[in-house]
């Protein structure tokens, strides 16, 4: 059998619709010393890997004109090279081939696989073609009604995702239709998507349907509608939804108190924060990093020393280690109370020497923000990164900054 290369032909691309037309000269020449000298194939079943290869650089074109020649030179076409096919010509925009291709592969006997009806589905989604993903899910039902209850599952997630909610509502409710129940898993990623894609209230009613539904709502659907709650900043309603959902669940860690104690701290409810604090470790609960840097960015913002000092404590007691979000805290609360000399004293039970690291939840920085030690060490961290710092070194160069920016001041 003799070998096929690529770079024995040229593409002519007579196959393309007037939407993309036929590729310039230039462009094919452009191709054809990029690609033409590295693929070759020896026999249709090497094709498929190939085509994939060319629709990832953009080049359908190429991967259509190898396809032509393959059939040329009395190759068979295996399925996973129509299909390899198919979704080259979706995914870079070619939808009448791709129909075309789809339209026989439905209609034959082929043994449907369900990552190629998805990756389809994907595909046009990516190009806002809802009303072919509709037909595909429809076809998909009829021929191979052994796949429709993952296809159902995968549209309704992909919908979800770029934020079609009414598409993705009509999809499940064509589904239940069909007789198939609602998962645990779909109806977690319900309250997902409306976390992000819609309103409070939608979100609300999706949470309610969800608890009526006897599933537990998960930890990404938890943190997905903390989330939603603090873009909104209704740490009342965030407070009042961790209560519903248990502080006492096992399974989420530290994730329910956690965010109790950050609704609290958001609006400086100290005596609130605290209490729950104490009933976090009756309940049996051991705070984390992100427990005690929540208190202590309160605590540093409220000039509160003294209950900064023991939260350092607790946390030397408990072996929890602190990382750069504590150490602003400790070194912001002294310095915005013109308190730098007595900053030494603060630090002493700390290793200063240890290298710098950010461990805290990203959420606590969503709501509290980040301090000015915080923010002003990691960007030197970014600047020269190939340097090994210590928490000291970096206290000292920050010192050294607010010094010289108060000489400044008082020159002015």
Not at 156 to 161: A, R, V
Request: glycine fraction near 6%; charged fraction near 20%; hydrophobic fraction near 40%.
């Amino acid at each position: 059998m003799s070998l096929l290369y690529v770079s024995k032909f040229i593409p002519v691309c007579s196959c393309y619709g007037n939407s993309h037309g036929r590729p310039s000269s230039r462009k094919i020449n452009l191709d054809y010393k990029r690609y033409g000298s590295l693929k070759k194939v020896s026999n249709a079943d090497e094709c498929a890997s190939i085509v994939q290869s060319l629709s990832e650089n953009g080049l359908p074109h190429i991967a259509h004109e190898l396809v032509l020649r393959l059939q040329a030179e009395g190759f068979v076409l295996d399925n996973s090279t129509l299909t390899a096919l198919m979704l080259c010509y979706a995914n870079n925009g070619f939808v009448t081939q791709a129909d075309a291709l789809w339209n026989d592969i439905i209609n034959s006997s082929y043994n449907l696989d369900v990552h190629v009806v998805s990756d389809l589905i994907d595909a046009y989604i990516a190009i806002g073609l809802f009303d072919e993903v509709t037909r595909i899910v429809h076809q998909t039902s009829l021929r191979h009604p052994h796949l429709q209850q993952k296809v159902y599952a995968h549209t309704i997630s992909s919908l979800g995702k770029v934020g079609e909610l009414e598409l993705m509502d009509n999809t499940l409710k064509d589904m239940v239709s069909k007789g198939f129940p609602v998962s645990s898993a779909i109806g977690n990623a319900y309250i997902i998507y409306y976390s992000r894609f819609g309103s409070i209230s939608m979100m609300e009613n999706t949470y309610k349907r969800l608890k009526g539904s006897r599933f537990l709502i998960e930890k990404d659907g938890i943190s997905a509608v903390a989330d939603a709650y603090i873009r909104e900043q209704k740490f009342h309603n965030l407070g009042n939804f961790l209560r519903d959902v248990g502080l006492g669940r096992r399974n989420c860690g530290n994730l329910l108190w956690n965010l109790l104690l950050l609704s609290y701290a958001a609006n400086f409810k100290m005596k609130s924060m605290q209490r729950e604090f104490i009933n976090m470790v009756e309940a049996g609960f051991y705070p984390d990093l992100t427990t005690f840097n929540i208190r202590a960015a309160a605590f540093s913002k409220m000039s509160l020393f003294w209950d900064l000092h023991l939260s350092l404590e607790h946390m030397n007691h408990n072996g929890v280690l602190p990382d750069l979000v504590t150490y602003g805290c400790v070194v912001d609360a002294y310095l915005d109370r013109k308190l730098g000399r007595n900053l030494d004293f603060a630090l002493r039970k700390m290793n200063v020497k240890d290298s710098p690291v950010v461990l805290t939840d990203q959420i606590v920085f969503d709501v509290l923000g980040k301090g000015d030690f915080h923010s002003s060490s990691e960007a030197l961290l970014d600047f020269k990164a190939k340097k090994k710092w210590t928490y000291m070194e970096l206290i000292v160069i920050y010192l050294k900054k607010k010094y010289r920016s108060n000489q400044v001041f008082w020159n002015y």
